[in-house]
């Protein structure tokens, strides 16, 4: 960790806010705009992931407390989604800009034709300038209930629409050390996990430990990204002054591709290739790929295409990447070389089970 920081080049900024950020202060959504659209007229462009779909819903028809059961948290999302719109809108009218809905499931940013027409779209709303308002479709999408933040969406949002900063807003001054005092500027993410508590156990379900998760990400992709306050009414000028605010996450080394940012982190592994000690070595010195030799056992259910975890004998995880062969034939592929791939198969797929161009080193 560091203390040294400076204004980060937020031109296009994706600013992340929670259900309990905006529904906590009446007036949050009008501070948000009006902040917003001060930094559209000084030439940036921003694109807002909110959450509160299902708060707003569940308030609406009289829950308590968010329902545990499924088909009612998605008709909480159902009504609550119009309502969070309407805010949005009513609170930008007075800016005369305009606002967007886009509702994005993973399905959409795991395909990759889908992928890069949501992204035309992003520019295009940009372009002539509205302000994209994105969240996960709750109403339809189950998985993302149960399991997924809008925390990573807005990761993977912010790869997606090429922003130059990641904005996560929350409740708190940001990232807290263990004398509950803030820390500035992160560089090692591993080494911050270590100070969100344990026992909260909130990675994926919006807490600290998932904003680090998206802040890792992020900045893999060369993304500076930052965890600040949503009560501070001036928190997005103050950012972009680069004053000593928030907690500042600085992308270190180079930066992935995009298309290797997107298999490592949009698309979820449907399986995994066990490696033995020598192709470990050969993969982690970098620019090969995985050929059948290395390969002493596979898992999952995974047809060719699909995002493979590559791991060691003990089970560690050291790569992602495409599998060009589905399950079976991976397995029957398994420990033989590959002049005898067609001859077990019947047919070439392709010398590598995983080719270096489609491997990302996690």
Not at 268 to 277: A, C, F, K, N, Q
Not at 280 to 301: E, H, T, Y
């Amino acid at each position: 960790m560091s203390s040294a920081r400076g204004a980060p080049d937020g031109r296009r900024i994706v600013v992340k806010v929670g259900s309990r950020s905006l529904v906590s202060a009446a007036d949050r959504f009008s501070t948000l705009a009006r902040q917003i659209a001060a930094l559209r007229k000084d030439g940036r462009s921003v694109v807002v992931v909110s959450s509160g779909a299902i708060a707003l819903g569940r308030q609406r028809l009289g829950f308590a407390a968010r329902p545990k059961d499924m088909a009612q948290l998605q008709a909480c999302a159902a009504v609550g989604q119009t309502l969070l719109m309407r805010a949005w809108e009513e609170a930008f009218t007075p800016h005369d800009m305009p606002v967007a809905q886009l509702l994005l499931t993973h399905a959409d940013l795991a395909d990759r034709e889908r992928y890069l027409n949501a992204r035309g779209a992003l520019d295009a709303l940009i372009e002539l300038g509205a302000t994209p308002i994105i969240n996960e479709n709750d109403t339809v999408s189950v998985e993302e209930i149960k399991f997924g933040d809008n925390d990573q969406l807005a990761a993977m949002v912010a790869t997606l629409s090429g922003a130059d900063l990641l904005v996560l807003l929350t409740d708190v001054e940001g990232l807290l050390d263990r004398e509950k005092n803030r820390v500035a500027v992160v560089e090692d993410v591993a080494h911050a996990m270590s100070l969100v508590n344990a026992s909260e156990g909130d990675v994926g379900t919006g807490g600290m430990g998932s904003k680090l998760e998206a802040a890792r990400r992020a900045t893999l992709r060369g993304i500076p990204s930052m965890i600040a306050d949503a009560r501070d009414p001036d928190i997005l000028d103050r950012i972009v002054r680069g004053d000593d605010v928030g907690t500042l996450f600085v992308p270190q080394g180079g930066k992935l591709a995009s298309r290797k940012h997107w298999i490592a982190y949009t698309l979820r592994p449907r399986g995994t290739l066990l490696v033995d000690e020598g192709a470990k070595k050969a993969l982690l010195g970098g620019g090969r790929s995985l050929l059948p030799a290395g390969v002493i056992g596979v898992r999952g259910d995974f047809s060719p295409g699909d995002s493979v975890v590559i791991a060691d004998a003990a089970g560690k995880e050291i790569a992602r990447g495409l599998a060009r062969y589905g399950t079976r034939d991976a397995a029957r592929l398994a420990g033989i070389a590959t002049k005898d791939i067609a001859s077990i198969l019947g047919f070439h797929g392709g010398d590598e089970l995983v080719h270096r161009d489609d491997l990302v080193l996690t």
